[in-house]
């Protein structure tokens, strides 16, 4: 149980056009997806948390005009890079949690995006 | 700011040894402490660790929350070249929520 997938897992782009990445939950569902962007050799920091029906909380320093966020579903969030750049090339990885009360997150296997 | 800071960064040991990996943490509001493993994709869920369930064990894999030095440790025991990997530490915070605050990771490297 607790299966997150995410789509595609790896894309190439231009610089200047969008992306969009989808995560779905697929044998829960789950009220609250994450989105973490991962360096190379770095570790996962945490950019948005997206709420089902409801607008997406940003960290600081992530810009909400760039990274569009929809969770549209119980199983599905979104995020749209919106006209990538090459410093945006990086493993964006999505999380789901099964639900309120429970505080473990389940990662999806990443998007490796790449901006040419 | 909240810090999660792990050591030690990297270690090689040979298959069949014991390691210990450390992670300590200044948060505000916390409520929970994940161990997660990464191999070439996602992080997999390892364990979680709450004022409510300090210690946990899975097979060879065990963990410890101290929540009084503010660290965890997690322990692999007759440790496989399967277990090569990097082990994030990550802590959840109460109030709502929050994503997860990630360490850097340990680096394991495990030589047959």
């Known amino acids: 149980g607790a299966v997150v997938s995410q789509h595609p897992s790896w894309v190439i782009c231009k610089s200047g056009t969008s992306v969009k990445i989808e995560c779905r939950s697929l044998?829960?569902?789950?009220?609250?997806m994450f989105w973490y962007r991962q360096f190379p050799k770095q570790s996962l920091m945490l950019m948005a948390t997206s709420n089902e029906g409801s607008k997406a909380t940003y960290e600081q320093g992530v810009e909400k005009d760039k990274f569009l966020i929809n969770h549209a579903s119980l199983t599905l969030s979104t995020l749209t890079v919106t006209s990538a750049h090459p410093e945006d090339s990086s493993f964006y990885i999505c999380s789901a949690r099964p639900g309120p009360g429970t505080y473990e997150q389940y990662f999806g296997p990443g998007t490796r995006l790449t901006v040419t | 700011e909240d810090k999660v800071v792990q050591s030690p960064l990297s270690l090689v040991v040979h298959e069949g040894d014991t390691v210990t990996l450390n992670c300590s943490y200044e948060?505000?509001?916390?409520?929970?402490l994940l161990w997660y493993k990464q191999e070439k994709k996602a992080p997999t869920f390892l364990f979680m660790l709450?004022?409510?369930?300090i210690e946990k064990k899975s097979g060879r894999l065990s963990s410890i929350l101290d929540k009084k030095e503010l660290s965890s440790i997690l322990n692999i025991t007759a440790t496989q070249t399967g277990d090569s990997a990097i082990y994030l530490c990550a802590v959840g915070k109460r109030g709502g929520a929050d994503g997860l605050t990630f360490g850097k990771g340990t680096h394991l490297i495990i030589q047959p």
């Open positions: 709450t004022s409510s369930g």
């Open positions: 948060v505000t509001n916390f409520r929970s």
């Open positions: 044998d829960f569902q789950a009220t609250t």
